[in-house]
């Protein structure tokens, strides 16, 4: 319809029923989950053989750093470490973890494996009571996953580490 032009009865109700559609039409977003590449590390344990292997990049990762953090080597079929994440970093005596935001970086990696690890700053490294809670119930979800935890660490200071795996507490 132009300028000056009275529209007629007919075009008017086209017009009513193109808005009230439009109005009704919602918009769903579409979402692409990528994983980015931060960096990289070097390293001379690329292949995780045992705890003092996963404790030698854990300790290189966690280096220097004044309040606790928690991350994930993600591995492959070989225990080649394709990945590290920060999962969470807390205060100097906690850190917040859920079980989503582990395994989130992980099945994106796809990986076939995961060690958790975790700092203490104070430098003793046996594990609390939460510690351990969190390592079974990242264990169980891991489990319907099919992603296999195989050790947490918690590292302390002057080389010293404490493995669940060696405990025999996985």
């Known amino acids: 319809m132009k300028y000056g032009q009275t529209a007629t009865t007919t075009q008017m109700t086209l017009l009513a029923e193109e808005k009230t559609t439009k109005a009704k039409q ?11 590449r931060e960096g990289k590390m070097p390293t001379y344990e690329s292949r995780i053989r045992s705890s003092a292997s996963a404790h030698t990049v854990l ?3 966690l280096a220097d750093t004044d309040r606790e ?19 969470s970093i807390g205060s100097l005596t906690a850190s917040v ?24 700053p104070s430098g003793d490294p046996q594990p609390s009571k939460e510690d351990r ?17 195989l050790d947490h660490l918690v590292i302390g200071a002057d080389g010293r580490y404490f493995s669940f795996a060696d405990d025999n507490l996985l």
């Open 97 to 120: 973890v859920h079980p989503r935001e582990v395994y989130k970086p992980a099945i994106l990696s796809n990986c076939a494996a995961l060690i958790l690890g975790h700092n203490h």
């Open 26 to 36: 919602t918009r769903i977003p579409i979402y692409r989950v990528t994983l980015v």
């Open 133 to 149: 809670a969190i390592t079974q119930r990242l264990k169980e979800a891991g489990a319907l996953l099919g992603i296999n935890v």
């Open 69 to 87: 953090h928690f991350v994930i080597l993600m591995l492959d079929q070989k225990n080649q470490v394709i990945g590290i994440n920060t999962v």
């Open 59 to 61: 300790q290189e990762y």
